[in-house]
Every structure is written in structure tokens, then in C-alpha cells.
């Protein structure tokens, strides 16, 4: 077979594509009659693809791209450490200088006594990792039966069988015998789907106090720990009520509940701090990582632990571990990645300039006539598409019918936004710049209308 590389014809390398490449989350049947978009190189907040379009990319990629795309001192930390060390593992008492930098690193950068770190390749693994840790914790406190983790219904954690489990996606839980044994779900702090006549700030404490219940209901002896993005991103972007994290904090306080902050997108500057905890307030035990630790350049997870869950579990063999933990290449970029965030002022720019500009030009979009609510924390947003703003009304169509529909219209207009259901949500590199900023605001409204347009159209409002 001759090489195949970026010169070939756009159908030749998506028939290649079709043939023999499953996709995630994707119906590949139908994907392979339409052609995947090849990517075939970006630069900043700019994708190019294999026809020469230049999209900008709403989403970071999957939310991970934090420092934009093209950063050549990332190549050259990896090409370097590829030479001096490309692989060695951390499991039979051995070590290398990447983990102990990495690790010392994310100590220093994380809220309170979150002093260690369990490395993972991804997301999915990390969680998979604290669901073991948490449940271990408290056999090792002499508490075995508090092995319940309570979770929330449309979080997102991952797509393996634990982090799947703790996931709230029941079309997910659908497939391959989700969820697990002992994994709990509430219902969610969205108060423009489900808060009804109440106050945002009424709704944020009565679903706040979901989680009490819960815990009252399966019993204080039965519960390990609650996890929770600090704000959901795949579910939406769901920006919780002002009133939910503080009682939330209180609750896992008072029953003693080990309190898991899934920081895989919020964290590394996402909303403006370091980690989503600081923006909303919380004291997690420990924090899931990912996606912006290496701003996606490798793949690299982790679970940052505190000092009293560290000394717990260090008090035996944590029987767990993944041939990539700590992965060397992964680990010397994840840190170029974070000096870079750090001494080029990153998160003071999505708190200082970028997210306060977008802001004010993101909650205008509400004033179009398909928009109900346009909201966003640093710089992760979203807006609700709706017939009739007032009752927040949903769509008669199959829910996602017309966030697909203004997703394509973005696509059409070299936007990347993705859609969750009929909402459209957006997560741009961090390094993003105001005039960038302007075309990506230009961009979406140019697919709003086009999108309302198509919808009057086909009789869908
Ligand atoms: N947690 C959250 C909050 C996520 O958004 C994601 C990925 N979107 C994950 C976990 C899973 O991470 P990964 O895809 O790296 O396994």
C-alpha cells in the first residue's frame, strides 16, 4: 500500500476512513455515506481541513486544547524526552524525573492540601481509578460497606465501565451492562430544563439537598462519596444556581462524604482559575484531570488526592495502576504545558480579558429570537435553543433536532460548536483573542439566522 498522507484526495481518505476506521459516538453506517472532515493541521484557535477551510474551533478540540494548537515547545520537550527517556513505568519502586516534576507541580498548583497525584492516560481512567480509591479508603478505615458513589443524572466522567457508570448518560448505560453495582444518581442543577416555576436559587438548594436525602436513604454506612463536575460540560455546559455548591460542601461535610471534584475540563484555567473548585467554592478530596493538563498534546490524566485520603491509602498496596500512569513523554509536556499556561498569565487571560470580553458579546446572543438563555463561566458557555423564550419551551421535534441543524449551519460558516440536545454549547482555547473573539460571536449569529431561517421553513418553530 502506498503511503497515505494529507496530499491525497479528500474522498480517497475518507473511503480509507470508512473502510476501516470505527469512530467515536458515531453512527459509522451513516457517517461513512456522508465522509468524516480530515484535519489536517491547525495553528491557535484555527483548523484547517483536507479542502483548505480555515474553521475556528469553538470547542478546543474536545475541550482540551487550552493553550491553542502549535505551540512548537511542546514537540520539543517530547522529542527530547522521547531521546533521554521514552518509556519507563512507576510500579516496582522505580521513578522518573517527569513524574516528580509533574506530580510536585500539580501539588503546588492545586487548592488546599491536594498534595498527591494518581496518574491515568485519560479521564475515563482517572475516575476509574478513584472509584477504587474511594471504595479502598474506607476498607482500610474499617468501613467497608461505605462503597455507594453518588452521582449525578447527565454528568459526563468518561466512557469506560466504571467512569460510564458514574456517568448520568443513560443512552450510554444502554449499552455494555452500565452501570456498576453501588453507583447512585440525582438529578441535575439545570434549572432552565427542570427548575419550573421555582427560583434558580430555590431549585440550586432543593437539588442541593437531593444529595442529603440520598444519603439518608441508602444510609450514612453505605455512602463513599460524591462526584460531580464543577461545571458539566458535556451535559450541556450547566452552569449550577449560586445556591448549590455551598450546600452541597455543607452536606459532604456533615456526613463525612468524600467529595470527588471532575475537574477534566474545568480545570487548568477553563473557568478563569486554576480549577472550577475555586471558581464555585468547594474543598474537594480529590480532583479528576485531564484534557488541559497537557492541553491535549498527549494524553495524560490523573486523580489529585488530599493529604488525609494520601495517608490512608498509603498505608497498603493499592492494587491498581496502568502501564501509561506517569507516562514520561506525557508527563514532560503535561508540564511545558502548564509553565507555559503560568508564565504567559493564561487563566489572568480568560479572567482578565478574553472571558469578561466574551461574556458581554455571549449573553447578547440571548436577544436572538431562537435563543432562551446565553450563559458562560471563563470560557465555557452555552445557549439554549428554544420556540418560546418565556416558558423556556422545548422543541416539538425529537430533542436535538434543531441544535444538529445549527450545528451544521456553524460547520457551514468554519465554526466549530458542538450541540447537547437543542443546546448549543462552546469551549474555545484559553489564548483565544478578542478579535478571534468577534469572529467566533459573528460566526454563531450568522448560523443562528441561518438556522431560524431553515426552521421557519420546515415548519420546525
Ligand atoms: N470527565 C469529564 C468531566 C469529561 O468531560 C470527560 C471527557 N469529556 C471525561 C471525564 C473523560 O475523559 P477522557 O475522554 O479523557 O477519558
Avoid at 478505615?141 to 469506560?160: D, L, Q
Avoid at 488530599?306 to 497498603?316: G, K
Avoid at 506517569?326 to 493564561?346: D, F, M, Q, S, T
Amino acid at each position: 500500500m502506498s503511503a497515505i498522507t494529507n496530499h491525497m484526495p479528500t474522498a480517497e481518505l475518507q473511503a480509507l476512513d470508512a473502510a476501516h476506521h470505527m469512530h467515536p459516538f458515531t453512527t459509522n453506517k451513516e457517517l461513512a455515506e456522508k465522509g468524516a472532515r480530515i484535519i489536517t493541521r491547525a495553528q491557535g484557535v484555527t483548523l484547517t481541513d483536507s479542502e483548505g477551510n480555515q474553521i475556528l474551533d469553538a470547542m478546543a478540540g474536545l475541550w482540551c486544547v487550552n493553550i491553542g494548537y502549535g505551540r512548537p515547545e511542546l514537540a520539543e520537550v517530547a522529542s527530547r524526552q522521547m531521546r533521554e527517556l521514552p518509556f519507563y513505568n512507576t510500579f516496582f519502586q522505580t521513578t522518573h524525573v517527569p513524574a516528580i516534576a509533574l506530580s510536585s507541580k500539580l501539588a503546588e498548583l492545586a487548592p488546599g492540601d491536594l498534595n498527591h497525584v494518581f496518574f491515568a492516560g485519560s479521564g475515563s481512567e482517572a475516575n476509574d481509578t478513584n472509584i477504587r480509591m474511594v471504595r479502598t479508603y474506607w476498607a482500610l478505615k474499617g468501613k467497608p460497606s461505605k462503597s455507594i458513589i453518588i452521582s449525578r443524572k447527565n454528568a459526563y466522567h468518561g466512557s469506560s465501565v466504571g467512569s460510564g457508570s458514574l456517568g448520568g448518560m443513560t443512552y450510554m448505560h444502554e449499552q455494555g451492562g452500565l452501570p456498576i453495582p453501588d453507583v447512585h444518581h440525582i438529578n441535575q442543577p439545570h434549572w432552565w430544563a427542570e427548575g419550573g416555576e421555582m427560583s434558580p436559587e430555590d431549585f440550586g438548594l432543593a437539588r442541593a439537598q437531593e444529595l442529603e436525602q440520598a444519603i439518608l436513604d441508602l444510609g450514612e454506612d453505605r455512602v463513599a462519596a460524591f462526584i460531580a463536575e464543577p461545571i458539566q460540560g458535556a451535559g450541556g455546559v450547566i452552569i449550577p444556581p449560586a445556591t448549590y455548591w455551598p450546600e452541597i460542601q455543607r452536606i459532604c461535610d456533615k456526613y463525612e462524604i468524600l467529595l470527588i471534584a471532575d475537574e477534566v475540563i474545568c480545570g487548568f484555567g477553563r473557568t478563569g482559575n486554576w480549577f472550577g473548585s475555586i471558581t464555585v467554592g468547594i474543598r474537594p478530596d480529590i480532583m479528576t484531570i485531564a484534557k488541559g493538563l497537557s492541553s491535549g498534546y498527549q494524553p495524560i490524566g490523573g486523580s489529585i488526592v488530599s493529604d488525609e485520603v494520601a495517608a490512608v491509602m498509603d498505608s497498603a498496596e493499592f492494587n491498581h495502576g496502568y502501564t501509561y500512569s506517569g507516562h514520561p513523554v506525557a508527563a514532560a509536556v503535561a508540564l511545558e504545558n502548564l509553565r507555559i499556561i503560568e508564565e504567559e498569565n493564561v487563566i489572568g487571560h480568560v479572567r482578565d480579558v478574553a472571558g469578561p470580553y466574551m461574556k458581554k458579546k455571549w449573553e447578547a446572543l440571548a436577544d436572538h429570537p431562537l435563543v432562551g438563555e446565553a450563559r458562560i463561566v471563563g470560557l465555557m458557555g452555552s445557549i439554549a435553543l428554544t420556540p418560546h423564550k418565556d416558558s423556556r419551551a422545548k422543541f416539538a421535534s425529537e430533542a436535538g433536532t434543531v441544535g444538529f441543524i445549527c450545528r451544521e449551519r456553524c460547520f457551514a460558516n468554519n465554526l466549530v460548536m458542538r450541540h447537547v440536545g437543542d443546546r448549543m454549547i462552546i469551549s474555545p482555547p484559553l489564548v483565544i483573542s478578542t478579535e478571534e473573539i468577534d469572529t467566533l460571536v459573528e460566526r454563531a449569529t450568522k448560523a443562528l439566522d441561518e438556522c431560524y431561517a431553515e426552521l421557519k421553513k420546515r415548519d420546525l418553530l
